[in-house]
């Protein structure tokens, strides 16, 4: 594993607890974490349970006992990790967003086309689809139950840089963030959307602004510029005659992780809430029409993806088990000789998404996403 | 009508306004309001709508041009006025409790009886019978979506007299409410309980206390007795093997009007709120294993009871519509020559399980209703 | 009053109510209703309470028992009624949307402003600025309770031409409706936004889309073209910075009323759901740390806006309750001799707000809304 | 640890990630896992992370490598095991209920003080006192935000076993599990009420019931009789004149693991729902008046109990974290030479409430719960 922080943690987590609960057709081997500070890096291979430390990417995927390569670094170092690690034969799998720059995104989905003739596998991390809800939710919607999709209606809020002095850490400055809130949860809703609808964005018109534009610099008493997005918003046309609202943002007071979806079809809705990442909520209109209703499902049953390899009925499970499930469906896809989804490709087809909506944007026009990429 | 306070008021609404929305097979004349302070009922008369008034209930029901007449005095002067009025062959609609004694109610059963022969319509108002919610979760229980009832919990939760300088008004006064918190929201819930599952009280086991001993005198320096309960909870048996918790109280900070009841069946629930009067919960057993859940029907749409007479779908009613439907039900069984439900013998049952929870609370042990009452 | 279908209705209830809860200066006298058919206009005065009825709204206008005149037809009349009445020296509550041309809005304007200048009152009937939920939301960002606004999501979800059976009613057809979704309930939601933000659009990004292009014609077995929008969603900037988004749709499956606004600000934040419009959610970011949240407000309390007229803690109102409040707020100008808030400056403004949309949707750019007008 | 089932797998969970999330003063070796069968025992270790396995407990207590002793199996074997490991001086975890008879409790109790003074400690498994949101409920009641308690009323809701032809598993049998609904999961809500407010519940009126006497065996045809209740109900009084309802039942259609529980006091009131284990609701009557209401407390923040050890903001936990934090509080009062809390005492009192109860139901009076015990 590449990068030892949040989504390090998160991931080390899932590899950790993976094969106490699933059935896998191989052994976990936490063999070496990997970061460039020696001191840091060897207290985080204790902590989060690795073998072994390295301080080079280059050698860690040189390794002999290393066949997968976890990414979980900053996006503007993903491009030439992941594509020297599936050049080497290692499977990949890596953090969303997939690039900071579409060329780089475009070069990873080629590298991972050419290690997929040889069985070598490259997932993107969009975590999101895999909790039981999410799961759920798209297999509803794959079966016909919603019909017809008219509406997607996409926010994903937080509230962690409100106050004006909440410092200028690197996820608000452009050079090393790539965007601010349209990048990192603006992503998410993007694929969710796409994935639980089966339906690409086609075409969006965009506005991304910034509330606050100096702030404190973390290590002394100065002020640096904000450089990217607090927010992004915008609204956008599907395939199959659909029509989208999304919305991203670092500044809805008192919401701390609210990534909500609503899907409406001609023959049912649902509706979903990270912050209560256990329920789904399914309105079905073959239901009798004087008790129709938008049900509560608790998705904590065995019958529910994913929920019977770890407690009874009823027992929730929490954020990072998405991870467990993220991996447990990699190392299948690996043991199976499938690739992965999603792959680079899909992570790419998001990228293409934001950079559309960041065009936008900029120019005050609708821009249509270019789905005919030879992708 | 008699009586123009918190229910009077109530009640001339629900008579102003019946006509204007339900097709009826009469004229609502509203002929008079009947009050002992001159100054008082002739205000009433005015800001209520109502074309006269009369300081003797005596003189109204000598009147030619009433034909029902609609009790909402305290609990003490129900008898009386109610037998004397269906003895003179007025139709009767008489605020609940029914009485304040098992004698006074039991005298008021055999009036109705004794009416009824003549056709003479007798109706005591538990108003929360009357809601679009509460009447579709009956029907879905008389249709059998519950199964048999395993559990019902139904407590009624206020918090107006938290303070404890609250004063000392006549409702926390024995001599003039009869009881406290149980004869004025305890009855609510026993009677819903009773109507929506069609299974009597057969047995209590119960507690009641009264937090706060003494109170200001509304009117002086120097405090009272509260002599009535704050708080009453009881344990019951039902008919058919089901079990049932009861509480009600007005020390329940922070909840204002939380009449709240859920019925678990073998084939199904339900759950509903007052403080949400316009939707209904309901599990379906029968759903599919892996998209059940609680449904939050809004009970606004045409097929819903009494909703076609208001508004288009998804428009909410109040409080103050259950009092509306009440009376149009009591005109439309008086036309079809049919005893309105509930009618005085389902008052009577709920005050004879009230008494059996005021003597349990009062002895310590388990206390059986009497339901072989020849009523 | 002019016009007696669902809106006629719901008026009629607000005139018929309104003293009977509220002390007023004046007496409220239903003097007529007034339609052109003969037969139906009789029956809807009998069973709406009006005291007589005309056939000619010009008749109506001229009546010297005739003070206020109540415009509850369709949008494309309501220009020339509510000049001639204003005129006239009747005040006049206009039903939404002010008018269906942006034209006929400026001269509803300068009509009313040459009434003002004689004493004259007009006002617009955006009834949703009247329930206790919104005033109190209005109220606290008034009071600088949420800081400095950024976002403003806003929906207004129905559901009720999802089937595509469905017949072409008038309101799908835009030589009598105007527009579709956007005019009926888009209007709501921009004009709920700027009450409580107090902030304008300023500028627009949107797209409109019709999901079901025939329908069967209500009275025979062939079929006519849907000309209106089903849904509208745009984003949009406000004045002092803050950005939104608003969407109108018929089409989402299982949401039947659902006006929902959601307003974040730098510190706190509100949402509102009509669904269940006697509650209001508040963030307040000055409640300490660990035990913020999102408070649901029962806005039932004597202490809350319109509450104390209507009944005790916790007893819900309903939709209707609004035009209630309505009539009584307009007879208080009247008897004050304040204009009343909304006007039809108000409107005008909604009105410029909405043009913009349809423009930009059809134009695919920003459209920017003219707040400069003289008006 | 002895024992793998259920609460095996979860306490391994917790025993394998403390370390990696806590900063602890020792470190974790996770020694042997205990069972009688040895291929069972065997696959135990190896899936669920033991570093070696015994089949015999008494084994287990003598190894010089075990320090702390898990007790993971049904309440029969708890007393001989735990006070067997207390004596041979390793501190002890062992799961509710303490043991299933009053007399192996009380001996329980005496070997944890015995213990105790050697430096050795006990602790008791009620894991849901381990929640970031039932601390922050136990914290905001002892630094008095609710007053006074009046009333507390806690439901343990599930469904398990409504279909009558669910197989007669040895938790239904008498024999074996002591009691059904109420020491499984009625053991928990006494243990959380008395947690949250500091009160002990001083006497009780019970009922149980079994609705399906007789079930399939797991292994054949035939049937055998259920002999523990499948629901139990009672009304209670704590100490310093509180007033409590507790329900539990496995008949709760449609309610998973509805662990609720809501507390009134003078001041205030909360309100908790284990199917949403991160929320806590708190209404503040010390809040203006027009803004009072239930806050939804998201407990995901840095600054409630735990939460800094996972996630950032918004990022929920499952069930299982609660037993993480079992062990670390554990861990450190182990390092720091203070008793656990809560301690066999603890439980002790939990069983003699428990007992009360099952007293009462059989006797049908009041029974007191004797808390003046040498304990």
């Known amino acids: 594993m590449v990068g030892y922080a949040f989504m390090g943690r998160a991931h080390s987590q899932a590899w950790r607890t993976v094969g106490n609960f699933f059935d896998l057709p191989m052994r976990v081997d936490m063999a070496a974490v990997c970061g460039r500070d020696t001191a840091g890096v060897t207290r985080a291979a204790e902590k989060l349970g690795w073998r072994t430390h390295e301080t080079s990417w280059r050698a860690l995927i040189e390794r002999d006992d290393v066949d997968v390569v976890d990414i979980c670094t900053p996006g503007s170092s993903h491009a030439e990790i992941a594509i020297a690690a599936l050049d080497a034969g290692k499977h990949v799998l890596c953090e969303k967003p997939l690039a900071n720059t579409i060329d780089e995104a475009q070069a990873m989905v080629e590298a991972a086309a050419r290690a997929s003739a040889r069985g070598v596998r490259a997932m993107v991390g969009f975590n999101y689809r895999r909790l039981p809800a999410t799961v759920l939710a798209h297999d509803l919607i794959a079966q016909g139950r919603l019909g017809t999709i008219r509406h997607v209606r996409a926010v994903y809020l937080q509230d962690w840089i409100v106050d004006p002095e909440f410092p200028l850490v690197w996820r608000l400055r452009q050079e090393m963030a790539g965007s601010g ?22 075409a969006v018109s965009a506005l991304t602004d910034t509330f606050v534009h100096e702030r404190p610099l973390p290590d ?42 609503e899907i409406n079809g001609s023959r049912g809705s649902l509706a979903f809430d990270l912050e209560r990442l256990n329920e789904l909520e399914f309105f079905d209109a073959a239901d009798p029409t004087s008790s129709q ?55 790419f087809g998001v990228q293409l998404a934001l950079d559309a909506v960041a065009r936008s944007a900029a120019c005050g026009e609708w821009v249509s996403v270019d789905v005919s990429s030879p992708v």
Do not use: C, M
């Open 181 to 202: 809130a349209l990048g990192d949860i603006g992503a998410h809703i993007v694929d969710l959307a796409q994935y639980l609808t089966g339906l690409r964005v086609r």
């Open 220 to 261: 002394n008493g100065s002020r640096g510029a904000v450089t990217v997005d607090d927010t992004a918003l915008f609204i956008a046309r599907l395939d199959g005659g659909a029509v989208a609202s999304f919305e991203a943002t670092r500044f809805a007071t008192g919401r701390k992780n609210a990534l909500r979806i």
């Open 293 to 347: 209703g938008f049900r509560r499902i608790l998705v904590t049953e065995p019958e529910h993806p994913y929920v019977s390899a770890w407690w009874p009925p009823g027992h929730l499970i929490g954020y990072e088990h998405s991870f467990t499930h993220e991996v447990r469906d990699l190392l299948l896809d690996i043991a199976h000789g499938t690739d992965p989804v999603p792959g680079f490709a899909d992570g």
